[in-house]
């Protein structure tokens, strides 16, 4: 007996998807150029033109390995794109910050994930940490950008991610008044960590974009005062060139 369906509903939101897409089309967050429907947030020529690190492919320490040295020690370390002001990266994290596009942090954390998932240093990854922001800041975005790009590189790991490890305290007084030092420890001062399983060796935690490296120093410090069993790597959607 043949089965008479007039249309399906998988067919339906087809339907609705690209009628929704012929009155509200999506741009490519870089060129503004319209995207096809099963296209991602960055166009195909964009995609080709992002400035890549190629970290990856690195058997010397990197520039990002580099930045810590001397500071704290760390098991291996990834930035997947260089920063600079105007280029496509900081079109990108501004999408992610200031655009309410918390689906491009997931789409560039899977990217990262598959980027490092054959990366031996990485393998033995067992919890992924976003850096977290103020609560405060979170309710105004309505999601933490680094939370989003743990979301996509767990996807890609298969390991899971957590954003009740470290926690974020107190509002941050203006830095600009303070010296150096006093900086440093009011950014350390920010976070507090929580108990996690004694199971977890090696987490990887994740930050949307790297400059001095203070604030995810601060971070690895606060973590091996409480936890110096504990191995860590970090990784980031974006360094500073
Ligand atoms: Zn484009």
Same mark, same amino acid.
């Given at each position: 007996?043949?089965?008479?369906?007039?249309? &399906?509903? %998988?067919?339906?939101? =087809?339907?609705?998807? $690209?009628?929704?897409? #012929?009155?509200? *089309?999506?741009?490519?967050?870089?060129?503004?150029?319209?995207?096809?429907?099963?296209?991602?947030?960055?166009?195909?020529?964009?995609?080709?033109?992002?400035?890549?690190?190629?970290?990856?492919?690195?058997?010397?320490?990197?520039?990002?390995?580099?930045?810590?040295?001397?500071?704290?020690?760390?098991?291996?370390?990834?930035?997947?794109?260089?920063?600079?002001?105007?280029?496509?990266?900081?079109?990108?994290?501004?999408?992610?910050?200031?655009?309410?596009?918390?689906?491009?942090?997931?789409?560039?954390?899977?990217?990262? &994930?598959? %980027?490092?998932?054959? =990366?031996?240093?990485? $393998?033995?990854?067992? #919890?992924?940490? *976003?850096?977290?922001?103020?609560?405060?800041?979170?309710?105004?975005?309505?999601?933490?950008?680094?939370?989003?790009?743990?979301?996509?590189?767990?996807?890609?790991?298969?390991?899971?991610?957590?954003?009740?490890?470290?926690?974020?305290?107190?509002?941050?007084?203006?830095?600009?008044?303070?010296?150096?030092?006093?900086?440093?420890?009011?950014?350390?001062?920010?976070?507090?960590?929580?108990?996690?399983?004694?199971?977890?060796?090696?987490?990887?935690?994740?930050?949307?974009?790297?400059?001095?490296?203070?604030?995810?120093?601060?971070?690895?410090?606060?973590?091996?005062?409480?936890?110096?069993?504990?191995?860590?790597?970090?990784?980031?959607?974006?360094?500073?060139?």
């Amino acid at each position: 007996m043949a089965e008479k369906r007039f249309f &399906g509903l %998988k067919n339906w939101l =087809n339907f609705i998807q $690209s009628f929704n897409h #012929l009155l509200f *089309p999506e741009t490519c967050l870089i060129c503004q150029d319209e995207l096809s429907v099963s296209s991602t947030s960055v166009c195909s020529i964009c995609s080709g033109e992002l400035l890549f690190t190629h970290f990856e492919k690195y058997t010397e320490p990197t520039d990002l390995d580099k930045l810590f040295w001397g500071r704290v020690q760390l098991t291996s370390t990834f930035a997947m794109l260089f920063f600079e002001k105007g280029k496509s990266t900081q079109k990108i994290l501004h999408a992610l910050k200031y655009q309410s596009r918390p689906a491009v942090g997931i789409e560039f954390g899977k990217m990262i &994930g598959e %980027k490092i998932k054959d =990366n031996e240093l990485f $393998s033995s990854v067992d #919890l992924i940490v *976003p850096v977290p922001i103020h609560p405060k800041k979170k309710f105004v975005r309505g999601y933490n950008q680094s939370e989003q790009l743990a979301i996509g590189i767990s996807k890609a790991l298969l390991v899971p991610t957590t954003n009740h490890f470290i926690e974020k305290i107190n509002h941050t007084e203006s830095q600009t008044k303070k010296g150096r030092f006093a900086r440093w420890d009011n950014v350390a001062r920010n976070f507090t960590i929580q108990q996690i399983n004694s199971k977890i060796k090696h987490i990887l935690i994740v930050d949307d974009v790297i400059t001095t490296g203070a604030t995810l120093e601060a971070l690895v410090r606060s973590i091996q005062e409480k936890k110096p069993e504990l191995r860590i790597s970090i990784v980031s959607l974006a360094i500073t060139k």
